[in-house]
């Protein structure tokens, strides 16, 4: 069975004089996806994980590569990426991988189907999954208030219809204040 590449971190600014830099983390599992001598090959070469700490709410990564800031400023915006096996699933039941939920039939909770989910956004806020209807693209706060079901097995979710939810005139403000208080688990890896 062929793996998944998973997008776990992008490199951020370097910080300090060692080689540090700062991870902007991407996955629910930074201790496992980014423990110490993971490999990681990117377009600039390997980059392997000597150590990691948190400091100030931020992961602060030393490639063994990396010997100074000039080298680690280089790194800046490359992608941390992983291979898992197709099947692999978060320990967590209410977690999931994007490629889980992309291409999963979408239904409103009245058995309507309406679509079908082709990317997942993820924003500070909580994360958006981009629904492909006829009508057009549409943009549907991933939260369990709106969506209670996500049944990866059967290949469908089920959505909480709300007035404009399912619009494409509804406007981004109203996409982020729709279930804003109810936040759902990351969809990254």
């Known amino acids: 069975m062929t793996g998944i590449d998973l997008l776990v971190g992008k490199v951020g600014r370097a910080h300090g004089l060692r080689g540090d830099v700062g991870v902007d983390v991407r996955t629910d599992e930074p201790d ?3 423990a110490d001598g993971t490999v990681f090959s990117t377009p600039l070469g390997r980059l392997t ?11 602060i990564v030393h490639f063994a590569e990396v010997q100074d800031r000039t080298v680690a ?3 800046r915006g490359t992608e941390l990426r992983v291979q898992v096996p197709r099947d692999e699933r978060p320990d967590d039941p209410e977690e999931f991988y994007d490629h889980q939920l992309v291409g999963l039939r979408v239904e409103t909770d009245t058995g309507e189907v309406v679509g079908e989910v082709c990317e997942v956004l993820h924003l ?11 009508e057009g693209e549409v ?3 991933f939260v369990h208030e709106l969506v209670p079901v996500v049944d990866v097995d059967a290949g ?3 959505l ?3 007035p404009g939810l399912l619009s494409r005139n509804a406007t981004s403000d109203d996409a982020q204040h729709v279930g804003a208080d109810t936040s759902r688990p990351d969809a990254g890896a």
């Open 73 to 75: 400023e280089t790194l």
């Open 156 to 158: 469908r979710l089920v």
């Open 49 to 59: 994980v000597e150590s990691s700490r948190w400091h100030s709410g931020r992961l």
């Open 139 to 141: 943009l549907v706060p």
């Open 124 to 134: 500070p806020a909580h994360d958006l999954l981009a629904v492909r209807r006829a």
């Open 160 to 162: 909480t219809d709300r």
């Open 32 to 34: 496992k996806r980014l």
